[in-house]
């Protein structure tokens, strides 16, 4: 089967993401920015497809796309809109910003240039059909499982949290 | 000429999927297919909805456009083509405009990985499920768009419930999922799998539908995902988004004209979309009843007779109906029309019988005689339960059906560990 991963496809969901990332922070409207955010989460769920990893895709669409911003719009739709399109839009640290996007796009390009040894030569092709079995092994596996624990606890840590968030919310249980 | 039946069959006698052979004609044609046949159930769904709920309250239902109706459904679509699309003034006209085709598009993409059959599938994804049930959750975000964007009271309260209802409902059906997910592991390499197809095919090699496997865990989870799958797509008695009482019309009030009847069409599909992800889970997918009971050759032949009673059935009804007709001049065309369209579907009847048609529809035949049971459930539901209050809505799905697919999850992941030591040990005991 041809690779699905061309450079078409490469181009095509950066552009969306890169537009969706933009229109984020210029709507004055937050249902309109969360509606970009969505766009922008599916075209990378599409980019992990291209990465030959289809169980990371699935989950950012139910976790991502599906469930937080499920969650964001609920929260935002009932703020009063009409109030927050009338307030002016500011940025006070725009010389930081400036500096610090100056900062990653270099190191990004001195990557590009310097670092060819940290990328594989040619194209890599991954069986595709085995993604969601590899990382299960890899999590789990007997022998060659080496993030269980690590994968637990940061369960752990969300139970946490989502007790403390109770505790906090109820002020009587 | 020759080369075009020779290429048809060609692919009718292999044994992939149009997605996995990458084969780009047949798998335009299948999306094609899967399009028509689904507007068609749509179609069919809303006559048989209103005739079914009419004479489980003692009515007749629509009998005025076509012989019993039948030609209802296309009125009524002419009539929403026609009808005059209101949007209003405060409405926010972008978001407006895009959330009915957000919902419809959820709705009808996840029918690429719906295995009808082990071929007659647009693709199988390693990812399958997975991807059915993230795409389908999606459409929540165009019933909150639709909702906000009204810029009204009853739908903006219909949108704040569907979320809240849709969100917490969602848990309880991974959680019957993912038993299901651990029951295809049960093999001799230990691997499961979440494509649609190999969950059918792990149901046949373990020669039982999930929905009786390790009695009666398969059926509880089965019972939570009907219950959750009823809640996530809105429907009475879970349908408190569009409560008719309370809310008008909920999320859907300010809506009107042809964007209203993509909210319907989407309502319909994903309703057959998540009775396909049941059937395909719990109850063998394509494969045909009694497998085990009622196997041998003779009994493959006497199922696969079936699909052709279906249809000769269905047309001989049709001709009892037309003889039943009034005998007045008024009546004469309804006459006709019964019994044309019963010719029709006795002849699809007859097809079916062929060899060759036979053995190439059994297993789409199967899978869509147990989602259309689905179907049947669904409206047989809204003709008797009344309809949750939110808070107990709530209630039954953080307090009952979440700690019971929990319970449900480790029991099973036990009795799939337990399962082959037992057997020895029993073994060694007799």
């Known amino acids: 089967m041809n690779p699905v991963a061309t450079p078409f496809f490469f181009y095509l969901l950066s552009a969306t993401m890169i537009i969706g990332g933009i229109l984020v922070i210029t709507r004055k409207n937050a249902v309109h920015s969360a509606m970009a955010l969505i766009t922008a989460l599916l075209a990378q769920a599409g980019i992990y497809l291209m990465l030959y990893a289809p169980f990371v895709a699935g989950v950012q669409i139910i976790l991502y796309a599906g469930g937080i911003m499920v969650l964001f719009l609920f929260v935002i739709m009932l703020i009063s809109i009409e109030r927050t399109v009338k307030e002016r839009q500011f940025n006070k640290q725009w010389l930081v910003g400036i500096a610090a996007a100056a900062a990653l796009g270099g190191l990004f390009i001195a990557v590009y240039t310097k670092g060819k040894s940290l990328f594989p030569e040619g194209r890599v092709t991954y069986g595709e059909g085995q993604n969601v079995q590899d990382v299960a092994a890899l999590l789990y596996d007997q022998h060659q499982g080496t993030y269980m624990f690590s994968f637990e606890i940061a369960s752990l840590l969300l139970l946490v949290a989502i007790i403390g968030a109770v505790v906090m919310a109820k002020k009587r249980i | ?430």
């Open chain 2, 1 to 430: 000429m020759r080369w075009l039946i020779d290429y048809i069959q060609g692919y009718l006698s292999s044994n992939q999927t149009p997605g996995a052979a990458g084969n780009w004609f047949w798998a335009t044609v299948y999306v094609l297919l899967v399009f028509v046949g689904l507007s068609i159930a749509v179609i069919a769904m809303n006559w048989l909805e209103r005739k079914i709920l009419a004479h489980m309250q003692v009515r007749l239902g629509p009998m005025r456009v076509g012989p019993h109706g039948l030609l209802q459904p296309i009125a009524d679509a002419l009539k929403l083509l026609l009808k005059e699309d209101i949007m209003p003034a405060e409405a926010d006209a972008v978001v407006f405009w895009i959330a009915p085709f957000i919902v419809v598009l959820a709705a009808f993409t996840v029918f690429v990985v719906v295995p009808f059959g082990p071929t007659h599938a647009i693709t199988d994804m390693n990812i399958g499920i997975l991807f059915m049930l993230g795409v389908s959750s999606l459409s929540v975000l165009g019933i909150v768009t639709a909702g906000w964007a009204s810029n009204s009271h009853y739908p903006l309260i219909g949108a704040l419930r569907s979320s809240a209802q849709m969100v917490s409902y969602e848990v309880a059906m991974g959680l019957a999922v993912v038993s299901v997910i651990v029951m295809t592991s049960l093999n001799a390499e230990g691997t499961g799998t979440l494509s649609m197809i190999g969950i059918v095919q792990a149901q046949q090699a373990q020669h039982t539908w999930f929905v009786f496997k390790f009695f009666p865990l398969g059926l509880v989870g089965f019972f939570i995902f009907a219950v959750a799958m009823v809640a996530e797509t809105n429907r009475a008695p879970f349908d408190l988004p569009e409560a008719e009482s309370e809310l008008t019309a909920g999320f859907h009030t300010e809506y009107s004209g042809f964007r209203w009847s993509l909210f319907f069409l989407a309502e319909y599909s994903a309703m057959i979309a998540v009775s396909s992800i049941a059937v395909t889970l719990w109850l063998g997918g394509w494969l045909r009843p009694f497998p085990n009971a009622l196997n041998g050759p003779t009994w493959d032949l006497v199922f696969s007779l079936f699909p052709g009673i279906t249809f000769l059935f269905l047309g001989a009804m049709c001709f009892y109906n037309a003889a039943r007709m009034p005998k007045h001049p008024l009546f004469k065309i309804q006459t006709i029309g019964l019994a044309g369209f019963g010719a029709v579907l006795a002849l699809i009847g007859l097809v079916l019988f062929v060899p060759a048609a036979r053995d190439r529809v059994g297993d789409i035949f199967w899978f869509a005689a147990k989602v259309a049971a689905f179907m049947y459930l669904y409206i047989w539901y809204r003709g008797t339960f009344p309809r949750y209050r939110f808070d107990q809505l709530m209630k039954v799905g953080w307090k009952i059906l979440l700690p019971t697919g929990l319970v449900l999850l480790i029991l099973t992941a036990g009795a799939g560990f337990l399962e082959d030591p037992v057997k020895e040990w029993l073994k060694h005991v007799l």
